[in-house]
């Protein structure tokens, strides 16, 4: 796709030029997008509006902004984006360009060239024709980083036109929905991903054992839904712990009722794992068999849990690093096209930063705040549904593995 | 208005410019001191400009540039033939002691025979002469709402082939020079056009002087003779044949002076 931006300038309304400047670039096969218009507020004052002309064919997108010229329509001259080298391990050029998750393209030799993976509050690094979103502590002396806002352009989320799946709900965190219509849709979605061979990311928190959610999400991965899970020692622990005791958090996922003795059966279970060296090898060795982790560890799903200052433990898998747990999440996401945040707030917040915009991501919560704050870190495109994650994902499986 | 002593077709830069045909410089003489005699004979004073050897379209003064009041915005002219003649019309309204405002280099705008006021608006064409960025500079330095009208036929190359504003309602008007966005916006400026026929257009119609009641036309039909006498014109047929050779009528002839953009006619 050719695109160029052109500004016009004039009382454009009254003559009719912005009309038929609009009415030429559909003539011609194109196609516009008003990126700002300007209406003069007097009949003498002018107006201005941009537009950004898109066609498939570049040769003929030059000849149609040579026509629009003629009608005063010009093109916005875009120069270069800067690039600066960086002159420090770790450490951004200063005025360095800070990335959103959104489509983006940068101007270099004259040619727009697409950023490779958008990641949010990153830098821009071209090399070798490539430019990619990389974090700060990432980079290294020399690497070619875009300084400034000067040719860069970014495509906001394109509006689904037409029957939306979810055009019904006009409010993004929804909790008075239908929600059996939400599960068939959201299983529509990870459908459709799939037969695009896109990759379906879960984000659990430990609520989802509490809830006795963990046989859904275990059903899932055995049937091959999911290919990817993030989550932090919490989760990891709790499902365990559920298969070797048969509670979480020392409350029996069956009865309901407290164990005796149960606040310590979570520390037990995690250190017979780190006696086995790792949960894989604790599989192996017939300790566990049963669970999410278990069916993860058996379908070969990679999972990265990322630790905290309050873990127990931990579980030897977990990163205790975070910038290293940040960096093995981040080199799994490329592919994924759904991302299911289930009862997690932390990790969902962190995913949510490593994920491009266009990656479909449903935030299943019981609060609607979790969905709100994934929003307001800039995860715009996060579908909050406020519901009991034990239900939803009881659902799901009713859906996914009839 | 600029006597055409040194008026002949020395080049060809609109349709109806044959170098071959030789305009007959005494009949243009005579034509021109006619037309002269009848524009003070309507009640107009006529301000005379010196003609220069090198510039023989001089004498087009419609094209010199837009008065407003004492303003004066001189033209900027596509045509190297006639660029040359900037510097004379700046001398002249300088030594008048117009305030000159200048358009931006590399936006060509053909003074009046490419922008005409009808009531409060200034109607301003674009395409073979003039470039329609320079509406916008034009509505600035004048403070004027302007239309742009999109010209569509070579013959008609300047706005002033296609346009003649009577008073506020009224207007000869040749809409086939017009793309139909244009027409659209005329429709809705003028409210009683006297819409003229191709072959009407085509002998200049439209390239008419008003002054006070008197209609100065190079030529005229019975039809539209009698419109204008029904709306209480009178009509005075003017032969500026010599003239037509190189693609010009009354109206290219002449500059209004007493133009102040913004207030109408009436």
Redesign the interface.
């Known amino acids: 796709m050719a695109s160029e931006t052109v500004e016009i ?4 309304i ?4 912005l ?2 400047v609009m009415d030429l670039i559909l003539a011609a096969g194109a196609d516009y997008r008003v990126l700002d218009v300007a209406i003069g507020k007097t ?2 004052d ?1 107006s201005r509006a941009r537009l950004e002309v898109s066609t498939t064919d570049p040769d003929a997108l030059a000849s149609l902004l040579d026509e629009l010229q ?3 329509a ?1 093109r916005v001259v875009t120069t270069d984006a800067e690039l600066v080298p960086a002159d420090r391990d770790g450490v951004l050029p200063p005025g360095f360009y800070s990335t959103t998750n959104l489509a983006t393209a940068v101007r270099i030799d004259g040619r727009w060239v697409d950023v490779v993976q958008p990641e949010m509050d990153c830098g821009l690094v071209y090399d070798g024709g490539r430019l990619t979103s990389v974090p700060m502590h990432r980079i290294r002396v020399g690497d070619l980083v875009v300084v400034g806002t000067e040719g860069v352009r970014v495509s906001p989320p394109s509006r689904p036109r037409g029957t939306h799946p979810f055009e019904f709900m006009n409010s993004e965190v929804s909790s008075e929905k239908p929600k059996a219509l939400l599960v068939q849709q959201v299983a529509a979605r990870i459908r459709r991903a799939k037969d695009n061979g896109a990759k379906v990311l879960a984000v659990c928190g430990p609520a989802v054992i509490h809830t006795g959610a963990g046989p859904s999400v275990a059903a899932l991965v055995r049937a091959g839904w999911i290919d990817l899970l993030f989550a932090g020692n919490g989760f990891a622990t709790h499902d365990l712990e559920s298969n070797v005791m048969g509670t979480s958090l020392g409350v029996s996922v069956t009865s309901g009722a407290a164990a005796e003795g149960g606040h310590s059966n979570h520390l037990r279970v995690i250190n017979e794992i780190r006696r086995c060296g790792s949960i894989a090898a604790a599989v192996e060795a017939g300790y566990i068999d049963g669970g999410v982790m278990y069916e993860c560890v058996q379908r070969g799903v990679p999972f990265v849990l990322g630790g905290s200052v309050r873990d127990d433990g931990p579980l030897p898998d977990v990163y205790t690093d975070v910038v290293e747990a940040a960096d093995a999440m981040r080199y799994l996401i490329p592919g994924v096209g759904v991302a299911l945040m289930l009862a997690s707030t932390l990790h969902a917040i962190a995913t949510g930063n490593l994920l491009p915009a266009g990656v479909e991501t449903f935030c299943v919560d019981i609060n609607p705040a979790v969905a709100t704050k994934l929003a307001d870190r800039g995860s715009h495109q996060a579908l909050g549904i406020v519901t009991d994650v034990g239900l939803f994902t009881s659902g799901l499986v009713e859906q996914l593995v009839p | 208005m600029c006597p055409p002593r040194y008026f002949r077709v020395a080049y060809e830069i609109n349709p109806w410019m044959v170098r071959e045909v030789v305009a007959d410089a005494g009949r243009a003489h005579e034509q021109w001191d006619n037309l002269v005699a009848v524009l003070r004979q309507a009640g107009a004073s006529v301000e005379i400009q010196e003609p220069a050897e090198d510039w023989p379209d001089l004498v087009f003064t419609a094209n010199a540039g837009i008065v407003n009041g004492r303003q004066f915005v001189p033209a900027r002219f596509r045509h190297p033939e006639r660029q040359g003649e900037t510097d004379l019309d700046v001398a002249w309204f300088s030594a008048q002691d117009f305030t000159v405002s200048d358009l931006p280099l590399g936006v060509c705008q053909e003074g009046a025979g490419d922008a005409l006021p009808v009531g409060s608006t200034l109607v301003a064409a674009y395409r073979f002469r003039s470039d329609a960025a320079s509406h916008a500079y034009l509505s600035r330095l004048t403070g004027t709402a302007v239309r742009s009208i999109e010209l569509v036929d070579e013959r008609f190359y300047h706005l002033d082939l296609t346009l003649c504003p009577l008073d506020d309602r009224r207007a000869i008007v040749a809409p086939l020079g017009w793309d139909r966005y244009g027409c659209a916006v005329m429709e809705a400026l003028i409210p009683e056009p006297l819409v003229l026929e191709p072959e009407e257009a085509l002998r200049f119609c439209a390239n008419s002087v008003v002054v006070g009641g008197t209609v100065v036309m190079p030529s005229c039909t019975p039809r539209v003779g009698r419109q204008l006498e029904a709306w209480g014109f009178d009509v005075v047929v003017c032969d500026v044949s010599e003239f037509l050779k190189a693609g010009g009528g009354c109206r290219c002839l002449t500059l209004a002076l007493d133009v102040t953009l913004g207030l109408g006619l009436s």
């Open positions: 300038e004039g009382h454009i009254d003559s009719l030029i009309a038929k009949n003498i002018l003629v009608h005063g010009n």
